[in-house]
């Protein structure tokens, strides 16, 4: 991963947290890549909610993604802890939504 798609990233993971609509959004496409069978398929359409330097952002993360097939995050990039603390803070929220204590926000 190249440089500016390191920082994209890391600007991404920092902005994913929080229930605001583009913290979702967000939030929605890094999960998409992490695990998309349980996080689902993210829809590009709803990028038009991000203003330019985020959607530039999502960019740089997209075009690295498409250079390596969306291929697994792998353990030996420094995003990966990042990416996994995303996730299972995710797996919380739901879990707390199922049983009725919501932490968002």
């Known amino acids: 991963?190249?440089?500016?798609?390191?920082?994209?990233?890391?600007?991404?993971?920092?902005?994913?947290?929080?229930?605001?609509?583009?913290?979702?959004?967000?939030?929605?496409?890094?999960?998409?890549?992490?695990?998309?069978?349980?996080?689902?398929?993210?829809?590009m359409h709803r990028?038009?909610?991000?203003?330019?330097?985020?959607?530039k952002d999502i960019s740089n993360v997209f075009s690295y993604l498409c250079l390596t097939g969306f291929i697994y995050p792998s353990q030996s990039t420094p995003y990966f802890e990042k990416l996994e603390r995303l996730a299972n803070w995710e797996w919380e929220n739901r879990e707390e939504l199922r049983t009725g204590e919501h932490i968002y926000g």
């Open 47 to 55: 990028l038009s909610c991000l203003d330019d330097e985020k959607r």
């Open 1 to 43: 991963m190249n440089e500016e798609a390191q920082k994209s990233l890391s600007n991404l993971i920092s902005l994913s947290y929080g229930n605001d609509k583009y913290q979702i959004c967000i939030k929605d496409f890094l999960l998409s890549w992490w695990d998309e069978v349980t996080f689902g398929i993210f829809d």
